[in-house]
């Protein structure tokens, strides 16, 4: 069949709930069931903007809110015309974080809406699957320390958790919960089940637009 395009699945969740992991050997074990898929993840930190992110992220430079959310947002912009080519020629995308992200973590700051926060973002690719790698404060806490950047705080991952909760509740989006405190086997046989589901659905379908 001709125009048989990938799917564009993403990865989401709270800190060490595995999200980079379990995106690299899904890629692995798609491609090894004879599909074509390819890993991403935002921040892209390679490229200016990413680097600019990056630096604020190691706390190296000081950025505006509004204005480190803007590039959060355009370092996905500027990867969308790559994006939509791997789809349409029929890669399956697996995306370690997007701009649910984007919108969880600055709307966790002062005087931000979601609203605001999520309209940069309309019209990205939209995702056929969001795989939300739930796992509690506890469990991840559990499974070792915080790092060195700027968001790595406890009181800070709640009120992302928080909003990531929020955002669950468009129904218009495939949202997937996922329990992470499963083995990496597990929860990685798991997500491969439905991603398969999703790249069969999909294939003749076109790629929708976020939040329009
Ligand atoms: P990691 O590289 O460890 O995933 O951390 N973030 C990410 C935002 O604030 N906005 C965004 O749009 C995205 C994609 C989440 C990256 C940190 O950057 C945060 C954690
Ligand atoms: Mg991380």
Redesign the pocket.
């Given at each position: 069949m001709a125009g048989r395009r990938g799917a564009l699945i993403v990865l989401e969740g709270a800190?060490r709930a595995g999200?980079?992991t379990q995106a690299r050997r899904l890629v692995e074990r798609l491609r090894q069931r004879g599909h074509r898929a390819d890993g991403m993840?935002?921040?892209e930190?390679t490229t200016e903007i990413g680097k600019l992110?990056s630096s604020y992220?190691e706390k190296k430079s000081n950025i505006e809110d509004h204005t480190?959310?803007l590039l959060?947002?355009a370092?996905?912009w500027e990867q969308v015309p790559m994006m939509k080519e791997m789809l349409r020629s029929g890669v399956t995308l697996v995306v370690?974080?997007?701009?649910f992200?984007?919108v969880a973590?600055?709307s966790s700051k002062e005087n931000f809406s979601m609203k605001w926060c999520k309209q940069p973002d309309e019209g990205l690719p939209k995702p056929d699957l969001i795989l939300f790698l739930n796992l509690s404060p506890e469990a991840a806490a559990a499974r070792g320390g915080f790092g060195n950047?700027i968001?790595e705080t406890s009181d800070f991952q709640v009120k992302v958790q928080k909003r990531y909760q929020e955002l669950m509740e468009d129904k218009s989006l495939n949202w997937k919960l996922v329990d992470a405190s499963q083995t990496v086997d597990d929860v990685l046989k798991e997500i491969t089940g439905m991603s398969e589901g999703i790249i069969e659905d999909v294939k003749d379908q076109p790629i929708g637009k976020l939040w329009t």
């Open positions: 800190d999200k980079s993840r935002f921040p930190r992110i992220l480190v959310h959060f947002s370092n996905r370690d974080r997007y701009a992200s984007g973590f600055t950047e968001y």
